[in-house]
């Protein structure tokens, strides 16, 4: 596998913090900013193309996990709202 550009780990930066914005909760929305921007900071520098790929990996797996949270919690509060 090819290892990912500069382009596409901004990219997947960018989708995280993105997604991210979407939590309903203060502390869930500041934690998970929080937690991307230090691990992008610490991974930055990082040459070993297996190494990187594998991070990317993670990253991809990971955004799809706050997209499912974002999505749960955005039905969940819109069912608690629909029925009061």
Do not use: P, W
């Not at 929305?29 to 993670?58: G, M, P, Q, W």
Request: hydrophobic share 40%; charged share 30%; proline share 0%.
């Amino acid at each position: 596998m090819a290892a990912s550009s500069r382009a596409q780990v901004l990219r997947l930066y960018r989708a995280l913090l993105r997604e991210s914005q979407r939590f309903g909760s203060y502390n869930y929305r500041t934690y998970a900013i929080r937690r991307i921007r230090d691990a992008f900071r610490e991974n930055k520098n990082i040459k070993d193309s297996e190494k990187i790929e594998e991070l990317v990996n993670k990253a991809k797996a990971n955004l799809e996990v706050i997209h499912r949270q974002v999505c749960l919690f955005l039905s969940f509060y819109l069912s608690c709202t629909l029925l009061s």
